[in-house]
Structures are given as structure tokens and as C-alpha cells.
């Protein structure tokens, strides 16, 4: 058990070469930058559940979508982040979808809760920061992001996504987390 545990952290904290969508910075100040982002394809689905358990109900979801529950039984490889914000019923999670793909291309789902879409061009900014998903951290992060924001008079729109970029096998204050905010 003791061999298991140091393989796991040893491998949870290798580099490995994921795709993330593409941005430009625009600026960046103290605590956070400012992105733009082109227009991505996501698959995504929505839980009704609380922030904590959200994100692993919607990945058991989505993982089966891109591990070739899909109708052209296609493998498609994971991507960074998965995003997640506050819906009517609960919440939206997202995969995004590697580049090489349009809404023709990608198979569709053999369950009807993931739906593929294409997220919009957009400008966001953007708050970085390490440590564990709960959401009591993330709200407190949010909170003084928000402060920041304020401060320099930027104005946001919709809900604000939490992005996440490392396995939940990663050690915890290793984890790269991100606060998206649209901007206005």
C-alpha cells in the first residue's frame, strides 16, 4: 500500500501535455489578467446538485462521452480546464473539445444529457490561484476578485466559471485553479 501511495504522488505531479484553449493576454495587473479567448466547442451537461458534488457527477458524464460512449464510438482526448458555474437547476459543467474539431466533426453523445456547443469569442478576466476545489475557497477567492474588479471599475456579465486544470489525483496545493469573469 505504502509502494501505491508514492507511485500516486509521484505521478500525480509529472508534467504531461494537455491542450487548453488559446488566449491572448491583454493585460495583466496585480492579482489577476485580462484574456481574450476565440470561440471553443465544449461538451458539456447540467446536475442538479450542490458545488462539491457537481463536478464529479458531471465528469462521470462527460468521461463517458469522450472514452467513446459517443456514436462513432470515438476516443476523444481529455483537454484543460473543466469549467464549472452556477446554472438555473444546479450546475454546468464543461469538457473542452481539442481544437482539431467543429460542431460536423465531433460524434455526437449516446446520452442525451451532453450537449456539444460552441462557446463565443470572449474577453475574461482572470484570477489564479492553488489549493483545493471547495467551495468555501473558492467563494472567499471570488469575493476579493470581485473587490479587485470593482476597484478598477470592470464591469462583468453571467455567471462566474471555475476553471480546473489538474486531475483530482493531483496534489491538492499543486492544483492550478482559475476564476473566469466575462467582461463587459
Do not use: C
Not at 462513432?72 to 469549467?83: E, F, L
Not at 469538457?95 to 460552441?118: E, G
Not at 478576466?125 to 476545489?133: E, H, L, M, N
Amino acid at each position: 500500500m505504502k509502494y501505491f501511495t508514492l507511485v500516486l504522488l509521484l505521478l500525480s505531479g509529472m508534467a504531461m501535455a494537455i491542450e487548453e484553449p488559446e488566449y491572448t493576454v491583454e493585460s495583466v495587473v496585480e492579482h489577476y489578467e485580462i484574456r481574450r479567448y476565440g470561440a471553443v466547442l465544449v461538451a458539456e451537461t447540467i446536475v442538479a446538485s450542490d458545488f462539491s458534488d457537481a463536478g464529479n457527477q458531471a465528469f462521470r458524464i462527460l468521461a463517458s462521452y469522450i472514452f467513446g460512449a459517443n456514436q462513432s464510438k470515438a476516443k476523444i482526448a481529455m483537454t484543460a480546464p473543466v469549467n464549472q458555474l452556477k446554472s438555473s437547476i444546479g450546475y454546468l459543467v464543461q469538457f473542452t473539445m481539442p481544437k482539431k474539431y467543429t460542431l460536423d466533426t465531433l460524434p455526437n453523445s449516446n446520452d442525451t444529457r451532453v450537449h456539444l456547443r460552441q462557446v463565443p469569442a470572449r474577453r475574461v478576466a482572470v484570477f489564479t490561484y492553488s489549493g483545493s476545489w471547495s467551495e468555501s475557497r473558492y467563494k472567499q477567492k471570488l469575493e476579493s476578485f470581485r473587490e479587485e474588479l470593482q476597484k478598477n471599475k470592470l464591469e462583468t456579465i453571467g455567471e462566474p466559471v471555475l476553471a480546473r486544470y489538474n486531475s483530482p489525483f493531483q496534489i491538492w496545493f499543486l492544483r492550478r485553479n482559475e476564476i473566469w469573469l466575462e467582461l463587459k
